[in-house]
């Protein structure tokens, strides 16, 4: 044994310049049997976790000055600074102080925001597959040290540096560290140490990603020493918390700007022409500056829809950007894959079919316990059975394991079920894999829709093929018979007994062979000259819940498709079981689809439910052309090929489970548990966050269009100002945190999925939210100046006079809180209690108003008086007013509601 001492391991290391064996040797690992559990645990204390020290997003201060970049709040400003020249020190330390609070109040709850998004995200960790004590194990990829070896396959993000030790068709993009978008080819010999990064082609990169083949890696470098880690690219997760809403209420801030601005002038010109002093009107428009800002609006929506996507997160649905979760309420049709999604994915061979036999298979589920018959008799293990069997377990990547006791899948359940039918007849996979040894294979590949495997038998190359019945078929010559012998393809029989398994909504694989075989390098040499050996119908029960999430879609106006790589018959099956599609419908095969242009498909996709034999690349072609019709789409994926339909999609869905990192990564949304039903869940979580957008906007807005109103209603009248800008400011920021907040947490009406969904080009406001915003103002107007004039004729007390003022906006926005819990369904049809901070906040708020009308300090400060019993009366009896106005204008405009849900129910 050689005793030169091991250079300490340093990451940076040519790796690259090494054969695979020299590398290992290096990082002391055995190759075929991966790293012992225990040393893995001492190099992770050794090298630390893999990942990168997060880079730093924005910084603290610029997010902190971005709060004061906004329109209104430069009138805020500007209204402060008016106030400071005019000796109003009150005032104007009062107006900074919101400037502040609200700067303050937005910086805190952004970067909540942003830290509970950028945690979600993290949430969708990466797994990875790795040999480890001799074992395949999944692992979080943080877990990888130096020395690892990991399988890499389509799909995957590569977890850290590694140096490719196996390759088959191995293909990864490095854009994100070279810039170059094209694949590179993978594959393991030594090159000269010199090559530059971006050549290093036997060496795959923390961070690219792989989209073809599959292959084998050995960890060199982890977290910050990983390649991108060195070059500090890494983009902080966090992730812009704009969306449509937002954007439309920030154009509608800078309109509200110009408003207000022409306002204020109009009053100061107005006022001045009037003989009032420049003063007097000068802080008139200040007080209509600050009374016609929404201050709270920025704040309260980021706050609402952070709400909204942890509950969706509590739901299984991981928004991966925010606008989606707006989206989510306005989809309109969702395409959805079936396996997996609307299925289980508990694959059960149920039926072979082989030798021209029938055999019936018994036991659900991985279990390996159950009986193969004919006829109610023992199937007899021989001839083309046999062989249909083996071909199973050898043409496969899965592993049948059992975890705390139960029977599990590592791998593509497909496979397992396999494995496990296999083993029902007393085949073990272990043995049959070990008498045949591998030596070549093709992977499985959605577009590809079969797998081939080369194994040495005897001294003799046999390939194994086993996929999609179309695809396996046609390149038959012949066939096995019951006992082995070499017999003429009957077609037909095979087409029929396919076609009774796919009926029975069964999902069909077809086996076949070439033996002798001497290589498979490539689709040639499994093009033609097969023998078939037989079919194995797997059952996958629909997911339960799915089928009641159909239905519920159905009722709330949105179409469901299915789209999926399976049998047309199978698929068609599965969707009439769970109500896709009705016994008048058909599937439409992939094929057909190609064969149309993209009018023929447009007018094609309104017609069909059902796309069988799809392959990824065309799912892009669907989603266009379910848009053309101004459809918003929802559509599953999972794989590689499936990306950019899931770019394309409004709502692209990856499967949080089985999908790859790539549909991850293209996707708005991930399923942490892969079901059909939780796209629902988000849709009508997505609808539940936009009702209580709406709701805060309408809340808020009559506020300040009563209090701009009173102020120009002031002026004209040339009255004194019913109320202060200091005490606006009160009114406002009070009310929106304690008041309007609380409409945040209001829970989802019970009614909002037996709605249309909303039109996605649809104003925020209705006509009808506007009308009611302008009938609330006005209610506030008249009350407020009403109530004022009335107390300051009877008292001559205008800080009296004002208090009862400021009573009435408080008491309105009180009772409009209320009526504001629902768009549509009147006061006395809500629950009461379901949303507790609506009383916190109510209660909070009365104390408030007690402090500010009766406690001295709180006086001197607002200019506030005690307001006597009798005025309270009157205050109250405007608040009652309003709330039955609006009530009753709800009730009048129900039946329009209806009329529009049943025009979805026709269509
Ligand atoms: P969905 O698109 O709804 O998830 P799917 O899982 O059936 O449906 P694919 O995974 O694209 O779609 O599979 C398409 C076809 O390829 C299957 O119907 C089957 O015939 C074949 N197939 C699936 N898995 C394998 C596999 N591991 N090896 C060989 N062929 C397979």
Known sequence: MSETPKPPYDPSHPWH???????????????????????????????????????AGRSPIKRLLLQFHQPLIYILMASGLAAAALGEWVDASVIFGVVLLNAAVGFIQEGRAEQALAALARTVASEVSVQRGGGRHRLNAEHLVPGDVVHLSAGDRVPADVRVM?????????????????????????????????????????????????GKGLVVATGDHTETGRIARLLSATQSLETPLTRAMGKFSNLLLVVILSLALLTFVIGLARGETPVDMLMAAVALAVGAIPEGLPAALT???????????????????????????????????????????????????????????????????GQLTVDGQPAALGGALRECLVAGLLCNDSALIKREGEWDVDGDPTEVALIVVARKAGLDEGSVQALCPREAELPFDAARQTMATLHRIEGQGVVFVKGALERIIPRCARMLDADGQVAPLDAAAIDAAAHAMAGRGLRVLAFARIAPAHQLDGDDDVAGDLT??????????????????????????????????????TALAIARQMGIADESDVALAGRELARQSDEQLAATVRQVRVFARVEPAEKLRLVKAIQAHGDVVAMTGDGVNDAPALKAADIGVAMGGVGTDVAKEAADMVLTDDNFATIEAAVEAGRGVYDNLVKFITWTLPTNFGEGLVILAAIFAGATLPITPLQILWINMTTAVLLGMSLAFEPIESDVMHRPPRPPGRPILDRVLMGRIVLVGIIMLAGAFGLFVRWFDLTGDVALARSVSVNVFVAVEIVF???????RRPLWRLAPFSNPWVW????????????????????????????????????????????????????????????????????
């Open 17 to 55: 310049a090494h054969e695979v064996a020299a590398v290992t040797d290096h990082l002391e690992v055995d190759p075929e049997l991966g790293l012992s559990h225990e040393e893995a645990g001492r190099r992770l204390d050794t090298h630390g976790h893999n990942r990168l020290t997060q880079q």
């Open 166 to 214: 196996h390759a088959v068709g191995l293909q990864a993009t490095e854009a994100s560290l070279t810039g170059e978008s094209a694949a590179v080819a993978k594959h393991n010999t030594a090159l000269p140490e010199e090559t530059r990064v971006a050549e290093r082609a036997n060496m795959a990169f923390a961070g690219t990603l792989v989209v073809a083949g599959q």
């Open 303 to 369: 706050v609402t829809l952070a709400i909204g996507v942890a509950r969706m997160a509590k739901r299984r649905a991981i928004i991966r950007r925010l606008p989606a979760v707006e989206t989510l309420g306005s989809t309109t049709v969702i395409c959805s894959d079936k396996t997996g999604t609307l299925t289980e994915n508990q694959m059960t061979v149920e039926v072979i079919y082989a030798g021209g036999g029938v055999i019936e298979v018994s036991g659900r589920g991985y279990a390996p316990n």
């Open 532 to 569: 078939f050996l037989g079919l194995q119908g797997m059952i996958d029960p629909p997911r339960g819940r799915a089928t009641a999430a159909v239905k519920a879609c159905h009722r709330a106006g949105i179409e469901v498709k299915m789209i999926t790589g399976d049998h047309a018959a």
């Open 817 to 823: 809180l209320f009526a504001c819990r629902s768009q």
């Open 840 to 907: 916190g906040g109510v209660a909070l708020q009365v104390l408030l108003q007690a402090a500010f009308t009766y406690w001295p300090p709180m006086q001197s400060v607002f200019g506030t008086a005690a307001v006597p019993l009798g005025a309270w009366r009157e205050i109250a009896v405007v608040a009652l007013i309003a709330l039955i106005l609006v009530e009753a204008e709800k009730v009048i405009r129900r039946p329009h509601d209806s009329v529009s849900l049943a025009r979805v129910a026709e269509k």
